[in-house]
């Protein structure tokens, strides 16, 4: 969603034409890299540098799945809109990734890729409400800072804010096997581990969780 923003702001950021307000956005998004470089480059050096930003970014994947068939893991930035997999990578292969990035795209399937919040939401409100995704063994989704990892049906969120120092906070992994271990290492040095078992690709209760000093 970050490059997402940066997209958004091409012209201005080709033309070197930013407002105050577009400035401010920039950096509270974690841009001030590319704005120590808006004065100081000369034109010719500038033009190459936001031409090659934006190549990058228009290479980046919208959705990622590593593997494939029943054991195949499903990676999104925010949230998926539909509860099928292959329902949603079809919907995005009607539209051609470049020209996401250089314009708003008309579908609003991708905001919710990049920024939904609603699932996760719903999961906090209610624990014990399933929301699993059909044509995939699992979905990692990330965006929303969580306390701890949150499981619902075979979705893991697992931003469990690792940008940020204090306690409580930390940098979750995840070992994916028959058994999937989730594992957060918190700045306060303490590791939690949840461990996962599939069953016919089906979620199975947790069976074990240890919280160490």
């Known amino acids: ?8 702001l091409r012209q201005p950021l080709i033309e070197r034409k930013l407002s105050d307000a577009q400035q401010n956005q920039l ?13 100081e480059l000369n034109e010719d050096k500038w ?13 980046l994947p919208l ?6 068939g029943p054991d195949a ?11 099928n997999w292959d329902q949603n990578l079809a919907r995005l292969e009607r539209v051609k990734k470049l020209a996401y990035w250089q314009r708003v795209p008309d579908d609003s399937l991708f905001d919710c890729l990049l920024t939904g919040r609603e699932i996760i939401r719903q999961i906090q409100k209610n624990p014990d409400k399933e929301h699993a995704v059909a044509g995939i063994d699992w979905v990692f989704s990330g965006h929303t800072i ?13 931003d469990t804010g690792a940008y940020n120092k204090e306690q409580g906070h930390g940098f979750t992994l995840v070992e994916v096997g028959k058994t999937l271990a ?5 700045h306060d040095l303490r590791v939690r581990t949840e461990r996962f078992v599939r ?12 919280l160490n000093g």
């Open 1 to 8: 969603n970050h490059e997402r923003m940066l997209a958004e």
């Open 27 to 39: 950096e509270l998004y974690g841009a001030q890299w590319l704005l120590d470089y808006y004065e």
């Open 47 to 59: 033009a190459d540098l936001i031409t090659e930003v934006f190549n990058l970014i228009s290479q």
């Open 63 to 68: 959705l990622i799945q590593v593997g494939n």
């Open 73 to 83: 893991i499903g990676v999104v930035h925010a949230q998926l809109p539909m509860r």
């Open 146 to 158: 969580v306390e701890r990892p949150i499981r619902a049906g075979n979705q893991l969120w697992l």
């Open 182 to 186: 989730v594992t957060t290492y918190f």
């Open 199 to 210: 069953h016919q690709h089906r979620f199975q209760p947790v069976l074990d969780a240890s």
